[in-house]
């Protein structure tokens, strides 16, 4: 559906792709090489880095799972939200598809 300029809503931002890495230092050392990018986090199983429009976290299977990451400041309404280890609240929703969904509180 086509839409005109004065009717655009603001688009939403991603936050994060999270994918899956069997070694996490390895990944990162890859990325941190060839791109200028900041490593926000990083322990065994799981690792943040910045870019300059995006983070791109690298997860290890079994322990998180891959997902998209939305910051939303109604993130409750999708859920009851848990915390993570860094304090973030989330809440993981399932696409149609499939693919899981991270919605983050935006506080």
Known sequence: MQTDDATLIPLEAIDHIAVEAD?????VAWYAERFQCRID???DTWALLSFANI???FVTKGDH???IGFK???AE???SLKRHRD???YVYLGDPAGN???ILAAD
């Open 23 to 27: 070694d996490v230092k390895t990944a």
């Open 100 to 102: 899981v969904v991270e």
């Open 77 to 79: 309404s999708f859920g």
């Open 72 to 74: 939303r400041p109604d």
């Open 41 to 43: 986090y990083q322990d």
């Open 55 to 57: 983070r791109l976290a």
């Open 87 to 89: 304090g973030t609240r």
């Open 65 to 67: 799972r891959p997902h």
